[in-house]
């Protein structure tokens, strides 16, 4: 068995798409008041999309008391049965999450396969993710929410009997089987875990080699599909995958960068987030969120043609604030503020377009105001002797001017604070 995948499949055929062609679903919900439904219903429907699915229809009930065995009511589940029907559709989606039993008893009711919120999320993790680490992590993921839905999601179980015996004897046969599916799981947890700390060890190092060589880092973080991507492509030159859908990119990416001022920062792309990431799904990839945890200045990344860009500024904070990033310096930067229906902001907010570039200097200067601390500009003439300090102005700063002079050769530069006492006896 690889490192990447599992034995154990317990993902629905809906989730296995093509790029051929969309499957068509139909979203269920249930309305209690507690959050925007149709706001709600919209992310759920772009999730789909993102999966290679076509939200076709959707069914909703408003009801304070879920049924306990499939959470709508039963005339509701009626209801979307007959529309499963009549889009032909290849499965439903739940706007939420649902028990095991809860999704065999729906897929029984209304003859489709049922995945849940949490289970299409994890689809779209499995799919984006390209590093050994978030293959892990996502594998990790999926496994522990698998684990207490063995029993209802294997409705198979109790066909894993021997051909002959009572019926206590095919249920005993069933649950040994059960047993077994729950040992394979618990070891691969296990492994998985022991791996993920391996790399967690790895992460730590390159962050401590960062923290020793002064490197500043900037974290992008944010809702998925605000243009985190978009904005560290525009500001580094680097291509990295970015597409108008949510989830379009998973594992961390960082990039060197060159501040106006002459210095160079790491900016950290991390994953995105969506309202009502379930708490598990953030400890899963706790581990990548802390590249946010461990960085000198967070920018928080939101959508300016989104009319629910404080909601989703909100749903940032909620994450870092579980990450313990308070003390941490932040800037909010409203990206997409080219489109059509822009909204107003305050003019001190910072407003960016990583499509035509408006603002980037803007957000640049301002990394640059909030990191002042870390560098000077001095002028400095270097004995010709004494020109290998160079390499440490053109390394670790910038140089906006050099001359050749009698004495030596003269330099305006910008360096780093702890390496300013290398050049103090040739200051002017």
Same mark, same amino acid.
């Given at each position: 068995?690889?490192?990447?995948?599992?034995?154990?499949?317990?993902?629905?055929?809906?989730?296995?798409?093509?790029?051929?062609?969309?499957?068509? =679903?139909?979203?269920?919900?249930?309305?209690?008041?507690?959050?925007?439904?149709?706001?709600?219903?919209?992310?759920?429907?772009?999730?789909?999309?993102?999966?290679?699915?076509?939200?076709?229809?959707?069914? =909703?009930?408003?009801?304070?008391?879920?049924?306990?065995?499939?959470?709508?009511?039963?005339?509701?589940?009626?209801?979307?049965?007959?529309?499963?029907?009549?889009?032909?559709?290849?499965?439903?989606?739940?706007?939420?999450?649902?028990?095991?039993?809860?999704?065999?008893?729906?897929?029984?009711?209304?003859?489709?396969?049922?995945?849940?919120?949490?289970?299409?999320?994890?689809?779209?993790?499995?799919?984006?993710?390209?590093?050994?680490?978030?293959?892990?992590?996502?594998?990790?993921?999926?496994?522990?929410?698998?684990?207490?839905?063995?029993?209802?999601?294997?409705?198979?179980?109790?066909?894993?009997?021997?051909?002959?015996?009572?019926?206590?004897?095919?249920?005993?046969?069933?649950?040994?089987?059960?047993?077994?599916?729950?040992?394979?799981?618990?070891?691969?947890?296990?492994?998985?875990?022991?791996?993920?700390?391996?790399? #967690?060890?790895?992460?730590? #190092?390159?962050?401590?080699?960062?923290?020793?060589?002064?490197?500043?880092?900037?974290?992008?973080?944010?809702?998925?599909?605000?243009?985190?991507?978009?904005?560290?492509?525009?500001?580094?030159?680097?291509?990295?995958?970015?597409?108008?859908?949510?989830?379009?990119?998973?594992?961390?990416?960082?990039?060197?960068?060159?501040?106006?001022?002459?210095?160079?920062?790491?900016?950290?792309?991390?994953?995105?987030?969506?309202?009502?990431?379930?708490?598990?799904?953030?400890?899963?990839?706790?581990?990548?969120?802390?590249?946010?945890?461990?960085?000198?200045?967070?920018?928080?990344?939101?959508?300016?043609?989104?009319?629910?860009?404080?909601?989703?500024?909100?749903?940032?904070?909620?994450?870092?604030?579980?990450?313990?990033?308070?003390?941490?310096?932040?800037?909010? =930067?409203?990206?997409?503020?080219?489109?059509?229906?822009?909204?107003?902001?305050?003019?001190?907010?910072?407003?960016?377009?990583?499509?035509?570039?408006?603002?980037?200097?803007?957000?640049?200067?301002?990394?640059?105001?909030?990191?002042?601390?870390?560098?000077?500009?001095?002028?400095?003439?270097?004995?010709?002797?004494?020109?290998?300090?160079?390499?440490?102005?053109?390394?670790?700063?910038?140089?906006?001017?050099?001359?050749?002079?009698?004495?030596?050769?003269?330099?305006?530069?910008?360096?780093?604070?702890?390496?300013?006492?290398?050049?103090?006896?040739?200051?002017?």
């Amino acid at each position: 068995m690889s490192d990447n995948t599992t034995e154990l499949d317990f993902g629905t055929t809906a989730q296995k798409t093509t790029d051929a062609e969309k499957l068509p =679903v139909v979203l269920l919900a249930l309305d209690q008041g507690k959050y925007d439904m149709t706001r709600s219903l919209d992310e759920l429907r772009a999730l789909a999309d993102a999966n290679g699915m076509d939200a076709v229809a959707e069914v =909703v009930q408003k009801r304070s008391t879920p049924e306990a065995a499939t959470l709508l009511g039963e005339g509701k589940v009626a209801e979307a049965r007959l529309v499963c029907q009549n889009v032909n559709a290849a499965a439903a989606i739940f706007d939420g999450e649902l028990t095991g039993s809860q999704i065999r008893n729906l897929s029984a009711a209304l003859q489709v396969e049922v995945l849940d919120r949490t289970m299409l999320i994890l689809e779209i993790f499995r799919a984006r993710a390209t590093t050994n680490e978030g293959k892990l992590q996502t594998e990790l993921a999926t496994l522990r929410y698998q684990l207490p839905r063995l029993q209802g999601l294997g409705e198979s179980l109790s066909r894993q009997g021997g051909g002959g015996g009572s019926g206590g004897a095919r249920r005993g046969a069933g649950e040994t089987k059960l047993e077994l599916d729950r040992r394979h799981l618990h070891h691969r947890i296990e492994h998985l875990e022991g791996r993920l700390k391996e790399l #967690e060890k790895r992460r730590g #190092e390159t962050r401590r080699a960062r923290q020793k060589n002064n490197v500043p880092v900037v974290a992008l973080v944010g809702y998925t599909n605000v243009g985190k991507s978009s904005l560290l492509n525009a500001l580094c030159g680097e291509q990295i995958f970015e597409a108008d859908m949510l989830f379009a990119t998973l594992d961390p990416t960082a990039r060197k960068l060159v501040l106006p001022s002459g210095l160079q920062i790491i900016l950290v792309d991390t994953v995105g987030f969506v309202s009502r990431l379930p708490h598990h799904l953030v400890e899963a990839f706790k581990s990548t969120l802390e590249e946010a945890a461990f960085a000198d200045v967070i920018i928080k990344v939101a959508d300016a043609g989104d009319a629910q860009a404080a909601e989703q500024l909100a749903v940032t904070d909620e994450v870092l604030g579980s990450l313990d990033c308070e003390g941490i310096p932040q800037l909010v =930067v409203y990206n997409k503020c080219d489109v059509a229906n822009a909204v107003a902001f305050d003019p001190d907010i910072l407003l960016t377009s990583a499509k035509t570039g408006y603002g980037l200097d803007a957000l640049l200067a301002k990394i640059d105001e909030v990191l002042n601390h870390r560098v000077r500009t001095i002028e400095v003439v270097l004995p010709y002797d004494k020109l290998a300090l160079a390499d440490i102005l053109r390394s670790r700063g910038s140089v906006a001017e050099e001359e050749y002079r009698e004495e030596g050769v003269f330099y305006r530069a910008t360096v780093k604070i702890d390496d300013l006492h290398r050049f103090e006896e040739y200051l002017l």
